[in-house]
């Protein structure tokens, strides 16, 4: 069976990492043929959420890589499907614009150019997130590996909730069909799911039993906050400390130098109540929607079988609105 391609860091054509303290490499080849897989059926039988039709909003406006046109189609397809009315947000995030909405979605924000780590938020918007979920607000927060997960810290700092910022390898879980350590399998049986609504749904058809991520970083969850995604003691943590890039012709390729640590503690997702809101912070981003290489066909989301990640969204969708508890 094909190997999936590991997905790469912000504009680089082809990436290799090497750990500052070992002698394995990792490579990330091109993204460019990954798009939405447009054949992905996100149909539902019985909708939870037509009756009420909460309003959704999708952040545009910070540099994102993931758009509802684009990658994410599949994601806003299932949450309309399920009754939710989603938008996209492409001017700065303000109390006014808040208001609009039950659920702020921000997905693989990034900072400006030169420097895509830098914050993508500003003081005032983070404030104004921040009280906005202390209000009674939802928000899903999904950060992926560098450098989405130092653009995002920021924010997530505001609710306590640490963003480690690189990427996160478990050669001891890997989905079943690949030998990439960055695509990891959750599963309850492996005690690698925390028990929560969101885990455990409605009823036992809703109850997720796998949850399949492709290469994100790790977080460090709060007090107060239940990890969903557990890492176990065998995933590392790896950082970049530096780097360099070397460009030929149309081709750069970028070196990085990482301080690898364990991971063991730490989780790829979490939920959290905040003041009178909801919060869903989520390290990895493919898992949410479904996309499709298209030169080998093979599937990243949850359009890939045996997992429970299409559920999952429904899952953490339905929290998010207070109509899971």
């Known amino acids: ?7 790469r860091p912000w504009l680089l054509i082809s990436v290799t990492a090497t750990a500052a303290l070992a002698a394995a490499a990792v490579a990330w080849s091109p993204w460019s043929q990954r798009g939405a897989d447009s054949g992905y059926d996100t149909s539902i039988t019985t909708p939870s959420l037509t009756q009420r039709r909460p309003k959704v909003l999708f952040d545009a406006g910070h540099n994102n890589v993931h758009s509802l046109s684009g990658r994410y189609a599949p994601f806003a397809n299932l949450l309309r499907a399920d009754g939710c009315e989603v938008s996209s947000l492409s001017s700065a995030i303000t109390p006014a614009q808040l208001a609009r909405c039950e659920v702020l979605v921000i997905v693989n924000a990034a900072g400006p150019e ?29 950060a992926d590996h560098h ?17 480690i910022g690189g990427w996160c390898d478990d050669e001891s879980h890997l989905l079943a069909g690949t030998a990439d350590s960055g695509a990891i399998v959750f599963k309850r049986d492996g005690s690698m799911l925390g028990e929560h609504p969101i885990t ?8 997720i039993a796998a949850v399949a991520t492709f290469t994100g970083q790790s977080l ?7 990890p969903l995604l557990k890492f176990a003691d065998t995933a590392v943590d790896r950082v970049p400390m530096a780097s360099t890039s070397v460009t030929k012709g149309n081709s750069t390729t970028t070196t990085f130098e990482t301080k690898d640590t364990t991971a063991a503690g730490h989780c790829q997702g979490l939920a959290m109540p905040f003041g009178k809101g909801r919060i869903v912070v989520l390290g990895e981003a493919a898992m949410l929607t479904a996309q499709i290489d298209r030169d080998s066909g093979l599937k990243f989301g ?7 990640n299409r559920q999952f969204v429904l899952n953490t969708m339905r929290w998010l609105v207070k109509e899971l508890n």
Do not use: C, Y
């Open 302 to 308: 949850m359009n890939v079988p045996g997992v429970d």
């Open 147 to 163: 450098p989405f997960g130092p653009a995002a810290a920021p924010l997530a700092q505001a609710f306590a909730i640490e963003m």
């Open 1 to 7: 069976m094909p190997q999936p391609h590991r997905r």
């Open 114 to 142: 030169p420097k895509r780590e830098a914050s993508a938020f500003t003081a005032a918007e983070i404030a104004a997130i921040k009280q906005w979920v202390s209000d009674g607000g939802s928000l899903l927060l999904v």
């Open 220 to 226: 460090v969850a709060p007090t107060g906050a239940t």
């Open 200 to 207: 455990s749904g409605r009823r036992a058809d809703e109850s």
